[in-house]
């Protein structure tokens, strides 16, 4: 179950500071616990996040242990032109995801 | 025997909360000869004070701004990850007779408006209560030929997430099915029961405590009106059965298994309980 949310604002003006919201369903195993037959979990987690606007990339993450399941991640950018936000997650196991959002600046 | 005295001193308000008040007072009021008026009033007072009805405030009331933040915003709340697995699952094709839920109810945004509202609901088939989940699985049984789905997988969690995201902002409705009553009753009975090492009942905290603290949380009033919940300890998503499991493994007594009849009754008399307060799933607790 790999499933993700997006929030981009769909218009914008030209120059304005928009607010840029994702979240992505994963366990993020930390690899630390034990099961109750007291064998080791492997680590099961996102390693990085990768966001760009029109090809260009405007805002990279690298993700460890420590971070909840289900990862939220929010940052701002300058809505400069029309176009594509692109989204991607990747991680152990060979996990990847995209998604994308449309802008229409004015 | 305690003396009249001491009734007075207490008065009506001691009677109406009843318990242990009312059985001391009984032999000098009776003596005092206003029996009467003591059984008027023994006859139509709750045996424990219920919440009134316009104090009654979801848990959402209690949890922190950021927390209620994170609940409204359906692109930050993490239980809509599973309201999207569920309509997936909603209309994919199951079991032996290749059905999907969608063949039989259509569009849930329809035929599912207000029905988690009213669960759980007496299944004549079964002669008992039976829960969202317990509807999901007896469908999958006998219109879809599949197995049960178990308890807290995701697909279950998804599925009952989905169907109760339909009923958002509707009351939960007050069942007052007769054949539900005598059930109501054991939860609510159950409700009131002290339990386990520690010797709590569950309205020691959410009837008589609620709003203070236990350890560093607030105790809420107990209505389930966010479930599934998606749980910020838990990492996940949660049925009320789990919530109610913890709290029983919190008074250290045996928690009743997953879909036990006892975990039903108690889930229908909370539901109870509620009547009235709009319905949040998915919720966002702490």
């Known amino acids: ?106 | 025997m305690r003396p009249a005295r001491h009734c007075e001193a207490r008065g009506d308000e001691a009677i109406q909360k009843g318990g242990t008040a009312r059985l001391e007072c009984f032999a000098s009021l009776a003596m005092r000869g206003t029996l009467a008026t003591f059984l008027a009033l023994t006859l139509t007072a709750p045996a424990v004070a219920e919440i009134p009805l316009d104090e009654r405030r979801s848990g959402f009331d209690l949890m922190s701004p950021e927390t209620q933040a994170m609940q409204r915003d359906d692109t930050a709340n993490p239980g809509m990850l599973w309201v999207g697995e569920g309509e997936a699952l909603w209309n994919r094709k199951e079991g032996g007779a290749q059905r999907a839920c969608a063949d039989c109810h259509g569009d849930a945004a329809q035929s599912m408006r207000a029905v988690a509202a009213r669960y759980p609901a007496f299944s004549a088939e079964l002669g008992r209560p039976i829960d969202l989940q317990g509807q999901v699985n007896l469908c999958r049984a006998r219109r879809q030929d599949a197995p049960p789905l178990r308890f807290e997988s995701q697909e279950l969690l998804a599925l009952t997430t989905y169907v109760a995201h339909q009923s958002r902002g509707l009351p939960v409705a007050a069942l007052d099915d007769e054949r539900l009553v005598p059930f109501r009753e054991a939860g609510r009975r159950r409700f009131l029961e002290r339990q386990g090492q520690l010797n709590f009942s569950c309205a020691n905290c959410h009837e008589d405590n609620w709003g203070k603290k236990l350890a560093g949380n607030i105790i809420p009033q107990a209505h389930p009106t966010g479930y599934p919940i998606y749980r910020l300890e838990w990492q996940g998503m949660g049925s009320l059965q789990r919530r109610l499991r913890n709290c029983l493994t919190g008074v250290r007594a045996e928690p009743y298994a997953f879909g036990a009849p006892e975990l039903i009754e108690l889930e229908l008399y909370l539901n109870w309980r509620a009547r009235g307060l709009p319905i949040e799933a998915p919720g966002v607790r702490p």
Do not use: C
């Open chain 1, 1 to 106: 179950m790999a499933r993700t949310l997006i929030n981009v604002p769909p218009k914008a003006k030209r120059g304005d500071v928009i607010s840029v919201k994702t979240l992505i369903s994963h366990v993020m195993e930390s690899g630390y616990r034990h099961s109750t037959t007291g064998a080791a979990i492997p680590r099961d987690i996102i390693r990085s996040f990768a966001a760009s606007y029109n090809g260009a990339e405007i805002f990279r993450a690298e993700l460890y242990p420590a971070i909840a399941a289900n990862p939220f991640i929010s940052f701002h950018t300058v809505a400069t032109e029309s176009g594509t936000l692109e989204f991607k997650w990747e991680g152990d196991n060979g996990f990847a995801q995209t998604a994308s959002a449309k802008i229409t600046v004015e």
